[in-house]
């Protein structure tokens, strides 16, 4: 049951919120520190993303459910909504995001920092 609400999160069109953050975080059998790790921000962002009770940034967001779907998703999950990209929910981001295939997965790369 957990799985399929997993799922429907993150294909869902509109922003997670922290509740929702925790959950899939729980999923995946993350502390906030891994979590905060995978994602390349500090705990402390990860507390204040799941205690208030707003949606999270975009960046996080999108990096959230990515991460879920190349962690937890099988060969039978054939389907993940990349409409996540485009969501008019979100400001643009002035930040672009890059992901590069490291260790056997996709992973967020820091882009070098510009002059």
Known sequence: MHRLIALELINRRGPLV???MRF?????????????H?????????TQWERND???????????????ATNRLTDRDTTLSVHLLADDDY?????????TWADS???LSHPAARP
């Open 24 to 36: 899939l975080r729980h999923e995946m059998n993350l502390s906030r520190q891994s979590l905060g």
């Open 105 to 107: 997965g996709w992973r």
């Open 91 to 99: 400001p643009p981001s002035p930040v672009p995001m890059v992901f």
């Open 18 to 20: 922290s509740s929702e």
């Open 38 to 46: 995978e994602l390349g921000v500090e705990i402390a962002f990860i």
């Open 54 to 68: 707003r949606r999270l940034p975009r960046d996080a967001d999108v990096n959230l459910r990515i991460l879920y």
